[in-house]
């Protein structure tokens, strides 16, 4: 439907009139006169009539004011309802990129890649389908730093996920560093609060210890889901043959286990994709998305035509002086052909 902002600035409308019939006239000039003896022959001369202004001027003026009025009163078209789905869920996700998340031990469509690009590939798709969540990003190795404050902008977030790297950070785990930053960030807000860690091995780094971290953690009430990533066993080539080694020995469980009991959430083991996929599909029936809980009416400004077509008005009825003053280009090249030779 068409609205109109700001409709009192048609009180304005009459204004022209109301000084033209208001407004007294301009009185004749009576100032001093030059006198000439042969006044008598050149008196007719000055005896002409005023000439009125053609019709199209005074029209035109008038739907110039009309235009501009028409811009003055905002006009706006609303449009239909438009449902936003807005859960009031802040939820963050903490990503270990130390040196041992490059090791090649994920299996992902019959092939074995490195652990951080599964975490990539698999956050990716379960950042798309938190719409309505404000969403962040925490990355951690030897520190943890804030790459992506909460926002609703989950394709930012996707993507600057996508682009980190191994060792970023640095070489180490500070899962503690990690929850603790993830608090700092959530701890002020009235809203449910999550936190999704992932990590492949123990705390080696930080100034906080995971568990002390995980209890001020509960005292916000942020709850804490925690996914182990990597696999249990992989066959290594040596001189000495092939043999089989558990690349996830240095796991802490024990750990993850008592942080996410500590704040009602749960710990995952991800050996392959296929469970890391699994995983964020649990993570998302317990922490569902909400449906439409907002209605929102786009808004679009139409003050920018009734202006356009006044600058187009303006622009014709001034054109006689443009075109008086308009030179051709080649007028300018012998105007400075002929000062160059004079000087």
Same mark, same amino acid.
């Given at each position: ?25 301009a ?16 008196r ?53 990129i ?34 309505g ?30 682009e ?8 180490r ?38 568990? !002390? &971290? #995980?209890?001020?953690?509960?005292? /916000? ?8 990533? $990597?696999?249990? *066993? @992989? =066959? ?36 392959? !994709? &296929? #469970?890391?996929?699994?995983?964020? /599909?649990?993570?998302?029936?317990l922490?569902?998305?909400? $449906?439409?809980? *907002? @209605? =929102?009416?786009?808004v ?33 090249? !012998? ?9």
């Open positions: 439907m068409l609205k109109f902002l700001w409709l009192w600035a048609l009180l304005a409308a009459p204004l022209p009139l109301a000084v033209w019939w208001l407004w007294p006239p009185r004749a000039h009576r100032g001093s006169a030059l006198r000439i003896p042969f006044f008598a022959s050149v007719g001369i000055g005896s002409a009539t005023h000439v009125a202004a053609p019709r199209w001027v005074n029209v035109t003026m008038a739907v110039g004011w009309l235009l501009l009025i028409c811009a003055a009163v905002r006009p706006q078209w609303v449009g239909e309802p438009v449902g936003l789905p807005v859960t009031g869920r802040d939820l963050m996700l903490a990503v270990d130390s040196g041992s998340m490059k090791t090649r031990d994920m299996e992902s469509r019959d092939d074995l890649v490195s652990r951080l690009a599964v975490v990539k590939a698999v956050a990716g798709e379960f950042i798309g389908r938190r719409e969540d404000r969403v962040g990003l925490i990355l951690f190795g030897t520190r943890a730093y804030l790459q992506t404050p909460l926002t609703f902008d989950r394709a930012t977030v996707a993507t600057l996920l996508e980190a790297e191994i060792g970023f950070a640095g070489e785990t500070a899962i503690g560093d990690a929850i603790g930053l993830a608090v700092k960030r959530l701890r002020h807000r009235d809203t449910d609060r999550v936190l999704i860690l992932l990590t492949d091995g123990a705390n080696t780094a930080g100034a906080v210890a995971p568990l !002390r &971290a #995980a209890e001020l953690a509960a005292s /916000a009430e942020l709850t804490i889901y925690t996914i182990g990533v $990597g696999a249990d *066993e @992989l =066959l290594v080539r040596s001189f000495a043959g092939v043999r089989r080694v558990n690349p996830s020995i240095d796991l802490d469980e024990a750990t993850l286990s008592s942080v996410a009991e500590l704040t009602s959430g749960r710990y995952f083991r991800a050996r392959d !994709r &296929a #469970a890391l996929d699994e995983i964020y /599909a649990i993570i998302d029936k922490e569902p998305v909400a $449906g439409d809980a *907002e @209605l =929102l009416r786009p679009t400004e139409l003050y920018a035509y009734p202006l356009g077509i006044l600058a187009l008005l303006v622009l014709w009825w001034i054109r006689p002086g443009l075109a008086s003053i308009y030179r051709p280009p080649s007028t300018y090249a !012998r105007y400075l052909g002929t000062a160059w030779r004079r000087g």
